[in-house]
Antibody, heavy 118, light 108 residues
Framework: QLQLQESGPGLVKPSETLSVTCTVS??????????WGWIRQTPGKGPEWIGS???????HYNPSLKSRLIISIDRSKNQFSLRLTSVTAADSALYYC??????????WGQGTLVTVSS | EIMMTQSPATLSVSPGERVTLSCRAS??????LAWYQQKPGQAPRVLIY???TRATGIPARFSGSGSGTEFTLTISSLQSEDFAVYYC??????????FGGGTKVEIK
């Protein structure tokens, strides 16, 4: 059974960098059939796609976040990671990692809550 | 960027009733449209992809229709476990995605 588990800082200061890692178990992250994605959500709002990465390292980013965002993959550890720089309170959210097929997001992590505050 | 608009924001329904949720795209997404259900404290769960194909394990009371810019999710007879928030999501430029703002289905 595939499982995804996010690990993050919980609290980040404004203007600093947010880093979250997703550890995948139950399958190899090197499969060519899927992208691995990051999605965030604030209470009462719809999810927001942040970006996705392929096992080759090719990444796609939400245009609204692209200038502050890097998504990377570590196939040896079966992990992928998110780095978001210059954070503000607007970046406070529940951050999910997920597996994307061509037509659906079929597996999600449980989410990690990140709060941006001094 | 393609924007997704869902209506209504909230729907008050009694168990057993038929429910119809709407989703509109700001430009055509062909049939690259999925529906998700989210319950409190849980991640979203896919119900429908390809506008009308039920995902694995999804009951037949859930059905999707539409193409282009107008889409509908129908629950034929609402069960107690169906009270949740429903999101549409387009993937016309996969892996880029856009979600709608959601429709909350609550008990009348």
């Amino acid at each position: 059974q595939l499982q995804l588990q996010e690990s993050g800082p919980g609290l980040v200061k404004p203007s600093e960098t947010l880093s979250v890692t997703c550890t995948v178990s139950g399958d190899s992250i090197s499969t060519p059939d899927y992208y691995w994605g990051w999605i965030r959500q604030t209470p009462g709002k719809g999810p927001e796609w942040i970006g996705s990465i392929y096992f080759s390292g090719r990444a796609h980013y939400n245009p609204s976040l692209k200038s502050r965002l890097i998504i990377s993959i570590d196939r040896s550890k079966n992990q992928f990671s998110l780095r978001l720089t210059s954070v503000t309170a607007a970046d406070s959210a529940l951050y999910y990692c997920a597996r994307q097929s061509e037509v659906e997001i079929d597996y999600w992590g449980q989410g990690t809550l990140v709060t941006v505050s001094s | 960027e393609i924007m997704m608009t869902q209506s209504p924001a909230t729907l008050s329904v009694s168990p057993g009733e038929r429910v119809t949720l709407s989703c509109r795209a700001s430009q055509t997404v062909a049939n690259s449209l999925a529906w998700y259900q989210q319950k409190p404290g849980q991640a979203p769960r896919v119900l429908i992809y390809g506008a009308s194909t039920r995902a694995t394990g999804i009951p037949a009371r859930f059905s999707g229709s539409g193409s282009g810019t107008e889409f509908t999710l129908t629950i034929s007879s609402l069960q107690s476990e169906d009270f949740a928030v429903y999101y549409c999501q387009q993937y016309n430029n996969w892996p880029s995605l856009t979600f709608g703002g959601g429709t909350k289905v609550e008990i009348k």
